[in-house]
């Protein structure tokens, strides 16, 4: 009797094994027939956006994470490098496999390769199988009237929660039955993480990937975190978030079991209730952005709104260069972006007034701003990254109004009034007492003297002058609403 024919279960944007719909079929599917499984994972740089250097670095660490989970139930990650479909039916002829599954990625370019591969594996008569991955809600389910996607969030989230919970988590398989003798690629001759220079210390001080840490992580914010959730989120000072946001990126964790847990949590504890419900509208945004990259593939250069096509952007290399080292001479704005290079996140709170700062007071391109974050963070989703710069900047969805410009000053004195923040991510500033800590051009030079602080040598003086950068923005914005 001829041995069953490999099933093939295709991991990509969903690197764990509970609630993975097309890995539960696959293990069911195996323990009924026999069948041995063939886990894939293909680093196909062809199909949307290449992933930055952070992102690379944690998708090596969380494809090893992968590889030990797999192994630890009897099972062995393949990996293949190149187009997906191109490699995946090489391996179906290579092994025979007689199935082929995997979890959706709502993106166009994803939805293509899919399309495409169900085509072509048709045709050698291999049973293809799809199933719901990274969202709460498909896109199809929320259209308006003339069936596009919603472009407000609140409408958009009620109309979700609306919907009822989403279905339970499926658990991860207990054993698996994995196909032998595959060949495979090795992980480190994909170069995803940095050598020469191995700029990735502070990643690994801060971060371990994986799916254990991202199940870790939610336990341990839902027992602490989440019952000052709703007030401590704004403050960069305290450890407020859930720092959930790089593990669903990748798919560590799903929203299912977020969702899931978190009202689980409330429910038995109901002083939870108000950090959870604004806890889970978080979910609801990075959902939101789901949506509108659907439907807007070019979400990352294209501004939502025309009239920003004529904005007056300046080219401005220095002042670029000086944002993205953290030398503008606003400490609110330069301790997230030292936090961002050393750490490969960035705050939410500080990310809307660095935005806002690159936008509005720097009037450089929206879009200079969203490459850097793809690059430098380790949460880059291709989703939210553009949709958040394009909010800031007033030409993206649910945009916020054009004459909101952040004062920095303001933003620090409020959210840090301690500048237990600053003084962490500029130690050069931590002689400076709170009141001065988030404006040290006020110090007197006694003062300075006192704090170690020489303006325009160990701490820069501000690159723009608050007022006169909002007044600019202002007008620029004037200027394009006319027209």
């Known amino acids: 009797m001829p041995s069953p024919r490999p099933i093939i279960v295709w991991f990509r944007e969903d690197l764990r094994l509970a609630d993975h719909p097309a890995l539960h079929a696959a293990a069911k599917a195996s323990a009924r027939t026999g069948a041995p499984v063939i886990f894939l994972y293909v680093l196909d740089e062809s199909v949307g956006r290449p992933l930055g250097g952070a992102a690379r670095w944690w998708l090596a660490r969380s494809l090893r994470a992968l590889g030990n989970s797999l192994a630890a139930i009897g099972g062995s990650l393949t990996l293949r490098k190149g187009a997906a479909v191109k490699v995946i039916p090489d391996l179906v002829r290579e092994n025979d496999a007689s199935a082929f599954y995997w979890n959706e990625i709502a993106q166009r370019p994803h939805q293509a390769v899919e399309k495409q591969l169900e085509a072509s594996l048709a045709k050698l008569a291999v049973e293809t199988r799809r199933f719901p991955g990274d969202l709460l809600v ?3 389910a929320i259209r308006n009237k003339e069936g596009r996607g919603l472009r407000v969030f609140t409408p958009f989230w009620r109309r979700v929660l609306a919907m009822g919970d989403p279905p339970k988590p499926l658990a ?14 090795v992980l480190e001759d994909y170069g995803l993480e940095p050598t020469q220079p191995d700029w990735a210390g502070g990643l690994r001080d801060n971060w371990t990937p994986g799916e254990a840490a991202a199940r870790a992580r939610l336990r341990d914010f839902l027992k602490t975190t989440a019952r000052t959730y709703a007030g401590d989120r704004d403050r960069p000072d305290r450890a ?16 299912r079991q977020v969702w899931h847990a978190a009202r689980f949590a409330a429910d ?4 939870l209730a108000p950090g959870v419900e604004k806890f889970l509208s978080e979910l609801g945004w990075r959902e939101f952005c789901r949506h509108l990259l659907f439907d807007i593939p070019e979400l990352a250069s294209q501004s ?43 705050h939410n709170r500080v990310r809307m007034v660095v935005a806002s700062f690159l936008v509005k ?10 490459r850097w974050f793809w690059d430098t963070l380790v949460d880059a989703d291709a989703g939210s990254n553009p949709a958040n710069w394009q909010w800031i900047a007033g030409c993206g969805a649910d945009a916020a109004p054009y004459f909101r410009v952040f004062n920095p000053v ?3 004195e409020k959210f840090d009034p301690d500048g237990t923040y600053v003084r962490r991510w500029l130690p050069e500033l931590k002689g400076l007492p709170a009141k001065l800590v988030h404006q040290p051009w006020r110090a007197t030079p006694i003062e300075l003297a006192s704090a170690g602080v020489v303006l325009g040598s160990t ?21 394009i609403r006319k027209s």
């Open 172 to 185: 991860a398989p207990k054993t698996l039955r994995s196909a032998t003798n595959i060949a495979t690629d």
């Open 268 to 271: 038995a504890e109901p002083a």
């Open 459 to 479: 701490y820069p003086e501000p690159i723009v002058d608050h007022t006169r950068g909002r007044e600019r923005a202002l007008a620029a914005y004037a200027r």
């Open 138 to 140: 498909p896109p199809a």
């Open 410 to 412: 303001l933003q620090g």
């Open 361 to 370: 007071h720097l009037l450089i391109d929206w879009r200079c701003g969203e």
């Open 304 to 346: 939502l709104q025309d009239g920003f096509d004529a904005f007056p952007w300046k080219r401005d290399a220095a002042d670029l260069e000086a944002w993205q080292r953290g030398h503008t001479g606003y400490p609110i704005v330069d301790a997230g972006l030292r936090e961002l290079w050393h750490t490969g996140v960035m």
């Open 240 to 255: 407020g978030t859930s720092r959930l946001s790089p593990h669903l990126r990748f798919g560590e964790i799903s929203p």
